[in-house]
């Protein structure tokens, strides 16, 4: 039953997922991957279609995998799922327990959670280089494919990005808009990829 | 006053979640902009409270902030109107995306677009969790919780052993608390601030 299975996952990402939009990213990765429902590139462009329009990225990614697995109706429930558990517990904490995130132990159980998201977030980044761009393929396959040639020009964009990124919030020091990056990229893509 | 409270609650909600671009963070100046500066509903004071509390609970920080202030201003009908005005444009605008999105990416020059896209959206995970870093409380304890994880997750998964993210969430938390009481065991009563 695959809305009882879309609510159910997002909803354990929804409860699970700390540290804002990017903080799911590792646990929407590995939820899309276990039940088939995306492949590594559509996961990369699903998040670029996120990060590019208005709204949580999170309640975005449920949306899009929603409606690709189940229609309108996947898109609501998985949307619902992903949305439930902050509902709850935001309700809980502001009906009862206002003092909660004041608890030393709380406090405590938060300070281990944040390094390990971190860690996850960087985790993610570098396991989706390899497969994207070192020629590690589609990762849980690795062992019986092997490796194959790395992508040069994805290397070639990603050095032109960063290049880009990092000199411009050198001179207006500010950071730069994420659309701008997938903007150029873009670009990047049109000219180095055609066939 | 009450009355106009929840259609308020529900377009201002309806109009941050059509405009903010950029997650959760970027949500969280216009919330102030429009919560404690234009409409005074809330103090400063309890805003970074808001702020705090949805950054440090699971789930997006948008839905999470939408709820608290709907609750506050009126209670859990708020709450339900304040968090479904924050969904609703997000919702609407993906979901015709993915009507066309297959149809779209299999024009070629769109689809090496994406190939390029792909690479943008790597950079930007990547430097999500750089900034996150540099933001990151340093101490020993919260650089090996976030070197066991690195390590630990890139050879899981090149190994292809599955290990899930949340027993990963929860150790580190587990983890947190077991360094918080050792020290309160250590120093007596008085370690109460770990």
């Given at each position: 039953m695959i809305y009882l299975e879309l609510f159910l996952t997002f909803l354990r990402i929804g409860a699970f997922s700390f540290g804002g939009g990017y903080g799911m990213i590792s646990l929407i990765r590995e939820e899309a991957l276990a039940h088939g429902w995306l492949t590594e590139d559509a996961l990369l462009n699903m998040i670029a279609v996120a990060e590019s329009t208005p709204g949580p990225i999170a309640v975005n990614m449920a949306t899009f995998v929603g409606s690709s697995q189940g229609g309108v109706l996947g898109a609501a429930i998985a949307t619902l799922g992903v949305v439930l558990p902050s509902f709850i517990i935001i309700l809980i904490i502001a009906m009862?327990?206002?003092?909660?995130?004041?608890y030393a132990g709380v406090k405590a159980f938060l300070g281990g959670i944040r390094p390990c998201v971190v860690g996850l977030i960087l985790a993610t980044a570098v396991t989706m280089l390899l497969s994207r761009v070192g020629g590690f393929g589609d990762l849980s396959t690795l062992r019986e494919v092997g490796l194959t040639a790395p992508d040069l020009r994805g290397a070639v964009i990603l050095v032109i990005l960063a290049l880009v990124a990092l000199s411009i919030r050198k001179l207006t020091k500010k950071p730069v808009s994420p659309i701008f990056l997938i903007l150029l990229s873009a670009v990047m893509g049109m000219i180095l990829y055609v066939p | 006053m009450k009355s106009k409270t929840i259609p308020t609650l529900f377009f201002t909600m309806l109009k941050i979640g059509l405009f903010?671009?950029?997650?959760?963070y970027a949500m969280i100046a216009l919330l102030e902009n429009e919560f404690?500066?234009?409409?005074?509903?809330?103090e400063q004071e309890e805003f970074l409270d808001v702020a705090a509390i949805a950054e440090s609970t699971p789930g997006p920080i948008a839905i999470n902030s939408a709820t608290y202030i709907g609750f506050k201003q009126a209670g859990i009908l708020g709450s339900v109107v304040a968090t479904l005005g924050m969904t609703l444009p997000s919702f609407c605008i993906i979901y015709a995306i993915s009507l066309f999105f297959d149809a779209f990416l299999s024009l070629t020059a769109v689809a090496c677009a994406f190939r390029g896209i792909q690479i943008a959206v790597l950079y930007l995970i990547l430097s999500a969790g750089l900034r996150m870093l540099k933001k990151m409380e340093k101490t020993p304890f919260s650089w090996a919780v976030l070197l066991l994880t690195l390590i630990g997750m890139v050879t899981l998964t090149l190994l292809s052993v599955k290990l899930s993210t949340i027993v990963y969430i929860l150790a580190g938390g587990v983890a947190g608390v077991a360094l918080w009481l050792i020290r309160r065991l250590r120093h007596g009563k008085k370690g109460g601030e770990a």
């Open positions: 009862a327990l206002r003092g909660l995130m004041k | 903010t671009f950029g997650g959760g404690v500066t234009k409409r005074r509903w809330l």
